[in-house]
């Protein structure tokens, strides 16, 4: 181990593993990683891949969405290491945090590893690993325990009589719906919901075809609530339990907390933090939950699932050594209910593995030295895109929580659009709007019931007083027209609607306040993919040209028989010239409602549920399906209509690229930054769709889909390259785009043609988005809290109204207290 005097902590990150939780594993370091590099702590990541390898990372890979967005080119762009050079390599660094999930990093082989080699590292030993991650003995370990358990089968891939086990295992206990789930996983992958002995074989195939694991667990289905808790260590060694999250889900039709319900904020599920329980039912998880860690010998954090049973029962139904530290994670949601920040609950969690290496390190969050411009971040909204835009917006925030010269604030546009809230940490990493809205208007409440619990939790803690940071719990309102009164900088993170349309934007600038992104006109011009289309007509001889476009109101649609609908599908065919088309609602992004259509029956099935107002098209309802569309919010006054365009074959498979050439055309997404007509674009990336269209996951949900970028030069050349990234600044100057955009195209890559599909004028900047990635690969790279300073340095500042109100928010009001008519002066906070 190396010596320190002054220098700072020396952090090794793992991440990566053979498990398919690997993408969440990179969102973990990151996660760890944003929160943690510094002044005091220098950190180096090291990846593992699927067959284990090690390699030394750049901190500017981990803000890839997903590994295969380099597993390819890890031999060019990464260090690797050899089992001894990796060693030497961790001996030399202070202290080892393992961020690896799944099988390798949770189950105890990196563990004893790190245990063989004599290196200090954060988490549990590999004993109590190996004890806890396998869910089949770890439920005979609670069974010895004395803990209620329930019934379970497991099955070992190629066991003879497996049929006739699972056969006599629903027969004894009476089985209507059963779960199916790999003994050694996490994150509810390869979990299923079955209601036959048919059903359960195949989920067995599916899990085992899919290299997950070669063990299975069958158990009844679960009736009662679900809840996730966090147990930590205090410096005596002693297990604390922190309020549990109760999870709330719609379980018919055979739906469970899924992966995708875990990671992509969406209404399928609420989180209720404090849970809804009664406190003596809470204190008896709490209590259980804190004896488990102590009987599992688990160290410093653990994450632990289970369910309140109606029959009164608790069942702890999963032990997760390592928890995922993804931007809204349970560990930061729950850390922050006691006032503690991202950053003070990983140092905490550092400082019992350094205490217990003999390293000095104090958990105390380092705070800013100098006075920073107060910046206002407004996220949230009524549109199909709000749950991104919370994601987008809370990621600014905390990203700009570090900057030297910012200090944002969280503020959420609420479903009406005429309430602005001012949201108190805690209540921010709540994963959806409509839960931040209640969680602040039910904050009187809540407060006076959890508050002595929070005390006796943090006396037990025992955390040092400056690690309490962030302990104001109250929220306020006001009208959206008393926040833009009252803000000096707005950062806005609104997705679509009003925030992306113009007219926020109109209303700043009336107010004089200056705020990112495009002006009015441009912001109205981009949210019309239509009018976006007419905009670069004639640009056409530069190699730029806009995709065609047939709109139809939505209105007339409403009234068509079957034979209408044939007659307008054979239309759509002749004008665009395509065999299969894509519909989009001409003012969405984000991908809600956008869908590749097949037959004039499809066209017909998809008028009738957007006519029905669904949240979302469930897979396989449309021909071709294959995943969950979300749909517009409020019914959209037009669909605009485009030919499908065939793209090259793209996958990557083992670490290798695999390019199969069909076109010669690639889609490509391009960010731009600057002021209005000096937009620099940058470094394109190849968008890589599992379907025929990019889905709101693979956008957006860290782990998921897959961004090349730059695209290799030995497919995309670079003078294709460079002129690409000329004509998307024309594009973003013919558009007045001005601050930041993002603009999305298909790019022949033989003759550099572009066409255009749309800008947008608010990209999604949650944590592992593209235009991250992009800003990384330019020449100096930008870090992403640099990229927002770079942002909020463009942004517009229209001259201020000498008859601007100056009474700051005068309209606020405390949750649960006053009229919207109260001054300051008369809250009571």
């Known amino acids: 181990m190396a010596q320190r005097a002054t220098r700072p902590l020396q952090l090794a990150i793992l991440c990566g593993g053979p498990s398919y939780e690997r993408g969440i594993s990179l969102n973990s370091a990151r996660s760890a990683m944003d929160h943690l590099h510094g002044d005091d702590i220098e950190v180096t990541p090291i990846y593992f891949d699927r067959a284990k390898r090690a390699y030394a990372l750049s901190r500017s890979q981990l803000y890839s969405n997903t590994p295969s967005d380099f597993d390819f080119k890890l031999e060019r762009t990464a260090t690797p290491l050899t089992p001894d050079q990796l060693t030497a390599q961790l001996k030399r660094l202070d202290l080892v945090f393992p961020a690896i999930h799944g099988q390798f990093g949770e189950d105890g082989e990196l563990q004893s590893y790190l245990e063989e080699i004599g290196v200090p590292f954060v988490g549990s030993g590999s004993a109590a690993c190996e004890r806890a991650f396998n869910k089949y003995t770890a439920r005979q370990f609670l069974a010895e325990l004395g803990y209620a358990t329930l019934p379970a089968l497991q099955i070992e891939h190629g066991q003879a009589d497996t049929g006739s086990r699972i056969d006599a295992f629903f027969q004894e206990h009476e089985l209507t719906r059963a779960i199916v789930k790999p003994a050694r996983a996490g994150s509810s992958i390869g979990v299923f919901s079955v209601a036959s002995v048919a059903e359960a074989l195949l989920a067995i195939e599916k899990i085992v075809d899919q290299g997950i694991d070669d063990r299975i667990v069958i158990e009844p289905f679960a009736r009662g609530v679900e809840f996730t808790m966090l147990v930590l260590a205090n410096h005596a060694g002693e297990p604390v339990a922190l309020m549990p999250t109760e999870v709330e889900i719609d379980y018919r039709a055979h739906q469970i907390f899924d992966y995708r319900k875990k990671y992509l904020p969406t209404r399928q599920v609420t989180w209720h933090s404090p849970p809804r329980f009664p406190s003596k039912i809470t204190e008896e998880i709490r209590s259980q939950g804190e004896a488990l860690f102590t009987a599992f010998g688990m160290r410093d954090v653990a994450r632990f699932d289970g369910w309140l049973l109606e029959d009164g029962r608790v069942w702890f139904s999963d032990f997760n050594p390592v928890s995922g530290m993804e931007q809204n994670s349970f560990l930061f949601l729950q850390a922050a209910q006691l006032g503690i920040s991202h950053r003070g609950i990983l140092r905490y969690i550092l400082s019992l593995a350094a205490t217990r290496g003999g390293l000095p390190f104090s958990p105390a969050e380092p705070r800013p030295t100098h006075a920073r411009e107060r910046v206002d971040v407004l996220f949230g909204g009524a549109t199909a895109e709000r749950q991104v835009s919370v994601m987008s917006g809370t990621n600014v925030w905390q990203k700009l929580r570090r900057s030297p010269c910012y200090e ?197 099935t998809y008028a009738r549920l957007l006519a029905e107002g669904v949240v979302r098209i469930p897979a396989e309802t449309l021909h071709r399906q294959t995943s969950i569309v979300e749909m517009p919010a409020q019914l959209p006054p037009t669909l605009l209509f485009e030919k499908f365009i065939e793209t090259d074959d793209i996958l990557i498979v083992d670490q290798e690229m695999l390019w199969k050439r069909q076109t010669g055309v690639i889609e490509i997404t391009v960010g731009v930054y600057g002021q209005e007509g000096q937009m620099t674009a940058m470094n394109p990336s190849i968008t890589v769709a599992s379907g025929s269209v990019l889905s709101v996951e693979e956008k957006f949900q860290g782990g998921t889909g897959v961004n090349i970028t730059p695209p290799p030069e030995e497919y995309v050349s670079g003078a294709v390259i460079a002129s690409t990234r000329t004509k998307i600044a024309q594009v973003a100057q013919a558009l007045g785009l001005s601050g930041f955009a993002r603009i999305d195209a298909f790019l022949d890559i033989d003759s550099g043609e572009l066409t255009i599909i749309e800008a947008n004028s608010i990209p999604g900047l949650t944590p592992s988005t593209v235009i991250y990635h992009q800003a990384l690969a330019e020449h100096p790279p930008l870090e992403p809290t640099a990229f927002l300073e770079k942002i909020l340095e463009y942004r517009r500042t229209p001259g201020r109204k000498s008859i601007r109100d100056q009474k700051i928010r005068d309209q606020w009001v405390i949750s649960g207290r006053g009229t919207e008519n109260q001054s300051p002066g008369s809250l009571i906070v």
């Open 408 to 604: 944002p604030q969280p503020f959420l546009l609420d479903t009406d659009e005429q309430t602005v809230w001012s949201v108190p940490y805690a209540y921010a990493l709540h994963h959806t709007v409509e839960e931040i809205a209640e969680a602040c208007r039910s904050a009187a409440v809540t407060e006076r019931r959890f508050r002595p619990k929070r005390e006796r939790i943090l006396k037990r803690l025992a955390p040092p007083q400056r690690l309490v940071s962030v302990a104001d719990f109250t929220p306020r309102r006001c009208t959206l027209d008393a926040f833009i009164a009252g803000s000096p900088l707005v950062f806005i993170a609104l997705h679509g609607g009003l925030g992306e349309d113009g007219r926020l934007q109109a209303k700043l600038e009336a107010a004089g306040v200056p705020y990112t992104g495009s002006g009015p006109a441009a912001s109205a011009l981009a949210a019309d993919k239509a009018a976006t289309g007419q905009a670069l007509q004639g640009l056409e001889d530069q190699g730029i040209i806009a995709t065609k476009k047939v709109t139809v109101p939505v209105t007339e649609l409403a009234t068509y028989d079957p034979n209408q609908f044939e007659s307008l599908w054979y239309r759509l065919q002749k004008e665009l010239r395509t065999s299969s088309v894509i519909v989009k609602p001409i003012g969405d992004g984000c991908s809600a409602g956008v869908v590749r259509l097949y037959t004039s029956d499809d066209l017909a």
